[in-house]
C-alpha cells in the first residue's frame, strides 16, 4: 500500500504541471493555489491591501476562511472529468485521470480511529 501511495503522489505532482500548464490562461488572476508566483504570502498581500482600502472608505470588512487541503479527496470525479472536458482538455488526457481514479484509495482517520482502505 505504501508504494501505491508513493507513486500517487507522483502522478499527481505531473499531473498539476500538465494541469495547470494547460490551465493558466483560463484561470482567475485571484486563484493563487499550486500556480508559479502565485503564492499564500502574494493572496494575503492582496487581501490585506483590498481590507484597508474598504476600511479608509468606511465599509465593513468580513473574513470566512475555510480548509480546503483535502477538497480534492472527496471531489466527484464525474463532474471533475466533465469540468476538464468542457475547458477542452483531449480525450486521452480524461482517460489517464479517469484510469487513475478508478484505482485511489482513501481513509479517514478522526482522532484514534482510522477506517479501512476504501
Known amino acids: ?43 494575503l498581500m492582496m487581501l490585506i491591501e483590498n481590507w484597508r482600502r474598504a476600511l479608509d472608505d468606511g465599509e465593513v470588512v468580513g473574513l470566512l476562511s475555510t480548509d480546503m487541503s483535502k477538497a480534492f479527496d472527496c471531489l466527484h470525479h464525474p463532474l471533475l472529468l466533465a469540468k476538464l472536458r468542457a475547458y477542452g482538455f483531449n480525450e486521452s488526457s480524461i482517460d489517464l485521470m479517469q484510469s487513475y481514479f478508478m484505482v485511489w484509495y482513501s481513509r479517514t482517520r478522526i482522532g484514534e480511529f482510522v477506517s479501512s482502505w476504501k
Open 1 to 43: 500500500m505504501m508504494i501505491q501511495i508513493a507513486l500517487n503522489k507522483v502522478f499527481e505532482k505531473l499531473l498539476l504541471v500538465q494541469v495547470t500548464i494547460g490551465t493558466s490562461d483560463c484561470l482567475s488572476e485571484y486563484l493563487t493555489a499550486y500556480r508559479k508566483q502565485h503564492e499564500c504570502a502574494t493572496a
